[in-house]
């Protein structure tokens, strides 16, 4: 395995702005998580994935993000006119849709909205 | 609906010393526990986790933690801290093993610092 990848690992973007967030799980996870992290506080659910299927999302997960999976491989967190609140650690965690699988996680991609 | 506490937002302990990092947590069903580790500009790295079976769960680095039903709790525990061990501590909880529906709900976090 050569763990969760995430893209790009650190963006600084203006108020109003989009960003997209990629991550490419561990081969053969067929489930995708979204967290978001900010600074001293533990990871927040936002979204997961069954294969392409979005199954459950959180109600941080606000109308100005989508995210999607659309070939049940790597997947996209965007988020549209990014406000200073959302500056976060988003991570990305996959696992195997089984009984006792651990859930791993990427290195996180760190939002800076200025 | 689950939730997890962390008590003690740092904590610290000298090279050599016993590490302990407490953690309750509540949940309406049988809980799957598991503690992960941060270190700085980096993502979770799994410790250890409690599904079922023995309550005593050994993870790596050598680490520790003991599931107490009758005391909602999950205390993560090292013999002797080593300075590597400095980092960011988080427990969660999930009604999955793997952290299914509602994906895993985290504490706030234990800053472990180790004094030379």
């Known amino acids: 395995d050569t763990g969760v990848s995430q893209d790009p690992r650190h963006k600084i973007t203006k108020r109003g702005q989009n960003v997209t967030f990629r991550c490419d799980p561990i081969?053969?996870?067929?489930?995708l998580y979204w967290y978001r992290q900010t600074l001293g506080q533990g990871p927040e659910f936002l979204t997961y994935f069954q294969n392409e299927a979005q199954l459950e999302k959180s109600r941080l997960l606000s109308d100005r993000f989508s995210a999607e999976r659309p070939k049940g491989s790597f997947s996209t967190l965007e988020i549209q006119r990014t406000e200073q609140g959302d500056s976060a650690m988003y991570l990305c965690a996959s696992s195997r849709r089984r009984s006792g699988n651990t859930i791993y996680f990427g290195e996180g991609s760190w939002l800076t909205v200025v | 609906a689950q939730s997890v506490t962390q008590l003690g937002s740092h904590v610290s302990v000298s090279e050599g010393a016993l590490v302990l990092l407490r953690c309750n947590y509540s949940s309406s069903v049988p809980p799957y526990l598991f503690w992960y580790v941060q270190y700085p500009n980096q993502g979770l790295q799994l410790l250890l986790k409690y599904t079922t079976g023995a309550t005593l769960v050994k993870g790596i680095n050598g680490f520790e933690a003991e599931f107490k039903k009758s005391e909602t709790s999950f205390h993560l525990t090292k013999p002797s801290a080593h300075m590597s061990d400095a980092a960011e501590y988080f427990c969660a909880v999930s009604l999955y093993s793997g952290g299914g529906a509602d994906g895993l709900t985290f504490g706030k976090g234990t800053h472990l610092i180790i004094q030379p």
């Open positions: 081969s053969e996870h067929n489930r």
